[in-house]
């Protein structure tokens, strides 16, 4: 039986065009938040099942590639559980192995500790467009930082990253888990029923309000909690400044504090921004990972269709590792989806150093050889890409390839 040429479903071969765009994206990304002070860190491919299963992940947690023990750790006959099989897990974000890494080595490292991680992540997930089971994060994190410091840095970082990679007129959606909480508290819902309302939020983008409130009552819950709840985003919509509203109308159940954090990340990211994108305050942003504890963001790109990264502020993570709470904010760029954004608008990667082909006829001498060889890296040294090749048989059609990888300079050697 032969065997299989394609990869696994959900995870792709990268050719080398792609490839090429994906090193210089990685480039971008990597200097610009090197230029905010973010330093660059690395975590295993595998982490402990336990710390992966904590029920910090949310619906990720679900969609682990779980790792079987090896050798005489693994007895199938007397097992009887998913733990007498399972140790490891390929890691689903970056955001975890980086809790475990700080809590490892927090004595090593600075305070405030910024924190930049490129790595692939594995999701047993449903493969789609920009959605693959292997996928590459980019993230950047302050551990540390108990002030809006962290979000203003996190955001401008990003956006910045994203003005120098050609991207405008996006979103940065804001909004605050307690924000979330006070509403949900308002309008009538019991604490203990909290995430299951905003699970249903959650899918406000896809179903609308009307679908929202149709799937609480489906829910049980009581038809005035949901009447007061629909109200206060219809509130929201119609009025100018949406935080403002929240805070006159929730009163005592929203915090003054909370209400000037997000007016302060606000003024600060817009006095401040280089990029061409809009802040937005949306209430019904929940984000999926239930480890967030305060201000959650998300890049809304309209080529796209939809999130193109995100990220908050989980300050309990580390406690769970340490017994010591650890004020934490990340920022994640999906990576992925950024490179199929480019690759359809037709991106060149910019500067690219003269491309110079040197086509060798079969049965060319040594001593001509390493003239040549000798010549390529003579224009090597001086800055050019410059590819030695032996003739193919079909020399027109090798050249046509040459030229459409990006070799406008293609010379022939001959053995006479």
């Not at 994206?25 to 230029?35: E, F, K, L, P, W």
């Not at 692939?120 to 467009?129: E, K, L, N």
């Amino acid at each position: 039986m032969a065997l299989a040429k394609k990869p696994v479903n959900g995870m792709k071969d990268i050719l080398p065009a792609e490839m090429q765009l994906r090193g210089y994206v990685q480039g971008v990304i990597r200097d610009t938040y090197r230029s905010f002070g973010f330093t660059q860190i690395e975590t295993p491919a595998m982490e402990p099942i336990a710390n992966l299963t904590s029920r910090q992940g949310g619906e990720n947690e679900k969609l682990i590639f779980k790792v079987l023990k090896r050798g005489e750790k693994l007895n199938l006959e007397t097992a009887q559980t998913e733990t007498d099989l399972v140790d490891f897990g390929m890691r689903y974000d970056l955001t975890v192995p980086l809790a475990r890494y700080y809590s490892n080595h927090a004595n090593d490292l600075p305070s405030p500790f910024k924190a930049l991680q490129m790595g692939s992540v594995w999701r047993a997930d449903r493969p789609q467009r920009g959605r693959y089971r292997q996928f590459m994060q980019c993230d950047i994190d302050i551990l540390g930082e108990p002030s809006n410091l962290a979000e203003i840095e996190l955001i401008l970082a990003t956006t910045e990253t994203l003005g120098k990679l050609g991207f405008r007129d996006f979103e940065i959606r804001i909004n605050e888990r307690r924000i979330l909480k006070a509403m949900a508290a308002y309008s009538g819902f019991a604490e203990e029923s909290f995430e299951t309302v905003f699970i249903i939020l959650d899918k406000m983008d896809k179903i609308g309000l009307e679908g929202v409130t149709k799937e609480l009552e489906q829910e049980g819950f009581a038809a005035e909690a949901i009447e007061k709840y629909t109200a206060l985003f219809r509130g929201v919509e119609a009025s100018a400044d949406g935080i403002t509203y929240l805070a006159q109308t929730l009163g005592e159940f929203l915090e003054p504090e909370i209400v000037q954090n997000m007016k302060e990340i606000a003024a600060s990211v817009n006095a401040c921004k280089t990029a061409q994108f809009a802040l937005v305050f949306d209430p019904t942003l929940v984000r999926g990972m239930s480890y967030y504890t305060g201000t959650i963001f998300e890049i809304a790109m309209p080529q796209f269709g939809g999130s193109c990264g995100g990220g908050g502020r989980y300050d309990k993570m580390i406690g769970n590792f340490t017994g010591k709470d650890v004020p934490a904010c990340g920022f994640s760029i999906g990576f992925e989806r950024i490179i199929l954004l480019l690759m359809e608008s037709g991106f060149k990667v910019p500067q690219q150093p003269e491309k110079t082909a040197y086509l060798i006829e079969k049965g060319f001498p040594g001593e001509k050889l390493a003239q040549v060889i000798a010549k390529a890296q003579e224009a090597r040294k001086n800055g050019q890409q410059v590819l030695v090749v032996r003739m193919n048989k079909n020399k027109k059609f090798q050249k046509e390839q040459l030229a459409k990888d990006g070799y406008e300079d293609i010379q022939e050697f001959f053995n006479r």
